[in-house]
């Protein structure tokens, strides 16, 4: 019985791995880098900001963990590569990668379209996150695996004012399954999250009443926590999904299923 627990567990370690996490100096980035850290791994912390890097980075190492804060705008060629080349100068070698950044500023309704708003948000949420992915498939070892941040609403959108995002979210959705045919030749697993409503620094400014409307619409009767979003990243990035590749994941409270 102790054995089976035992190795239960293991399923969920990433003992003497490496795992760096975009956008780790907020909300789900942040409950991410410090999920897997408590799981055994290194953490490369990146975010544009450095002082919130740098703080979950304290976060880790005052759990007993191990980090790296690098400062890195994922939407910039250099950024990128700079981000990988120190996970590699520090830690050897790179198991993971969490493509978490993302933007969702207040977008027009349609037929509004505000193209520069649109091109800035395709940069982060999309281009980001597949050059990410080449630069660190080429780094990686068979055995790699990467977890992409999608969204509910790349499936049903909960609203209007949101297509700039949604299209985005969608292309990451479409990213996740053809990545993940393309580098299982190199022995790397890639899945996605698509997160309902998670309460983060990026969706603290929305109302109350809102706030009601999201926890009403989930059969879960909440709305999510950060921790949500960093458990189901864990299980992609871990031997526990071994079997899993090309999935997106809902981590919705079940909300798109009702059509909240
Ligand atoms: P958040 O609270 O705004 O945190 C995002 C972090 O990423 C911030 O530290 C942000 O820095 C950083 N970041 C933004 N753009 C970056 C860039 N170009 N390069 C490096 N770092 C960058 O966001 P969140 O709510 O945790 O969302 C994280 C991910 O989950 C996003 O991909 C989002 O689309 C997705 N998601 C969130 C929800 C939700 O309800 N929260 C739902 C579905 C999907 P700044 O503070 O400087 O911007």
Redesign the pocket.
């Known amino acids: 019985m102790t054995q089976t627990t035992a190795s239960l567990e293991s399923l969920f370690r990433l003992d003497g791995e490496v795992a760096l996490v975009?956008?780790?100096?907020?909300?789900?980035?942040r409950a991410i880098a410090l999920m897997l850290a408590q799981a055994g791994a290194s953490i490369v912390a990146?975010?544009?900001?450095a002082e919130?890097a740098a703080q979950t980075v304290s976060l880790i190492e005052a759990a007993g963990g191990q980090g790296l804060a690098v400062v890195?705008?994922?939407?910039l060629a250099a950024?990128c590569n700079k981000m990988i080349d120190e996970t590699i100068a520090r830690f050897g070698r790179l198991d993971v990668l969490v493509n978490?950044?993302?933007?969702?500023p207040p977008f027009p309704r349609l037929p509004e379209v505000d193209w520069d708003l649109f091109d800035r948000t395709l940069d982060?949420?999309v281009k980001?996150v597949l050059r990410c992915t080449i630069e660190a498939a080429r780094r990686m070892s068979s055995g790699g695996r990467i977890v992409n941040?999608?969204?509910?609403?790349s499936i049903r959108p909960s609203g209007p004012s949101a297509s700039h995002?949604n299209i985005t979210?969608g292309a990451v959705n479409a990213m996740t399954r053809a990545a993940a045919v393309d580098l299982a030749s190199l022995g790397i697993r890639v899945n996605a999250v698509?997160?309902?409503?998670?309460?983060?620094?990026?969706?603290s400014a929305i109302p109350e009443a809102a706030l009601e409307q999201f926890a009403n619409r989930a059969p879960s009767n909440r709305v999510?926590k950060?921790e949500d979003?960093a458990a189901a990243t864990l299980f992609l990035a871990s031997k526990a999904s071994d079997y899993v590749n090309g999935h997106c994941l809902l981590v919705d409270g079940g909300t798109t299923i009702v059509g909240g």
């Not at 975009?22 to 980035?29: L, M, V």
């Not at 990146?46 to 900001?49: C, K, M, N, V």
């Not at 978490?100 to 969702?104: F, P, V």
């Open positions: 975009t956008g780790a100096g907020a909300g789900i980035g990146a975010d544009r900001d919130t890195a705008d994922v939407s950024d978490n950044a993302g933007i969702y982060i949420n980001a941040m999608s969204s509910m609403e995002y979210k698509l997160p309902g409503f998670i309460m983060t620094e990026g969706t999510g950060p979003i």
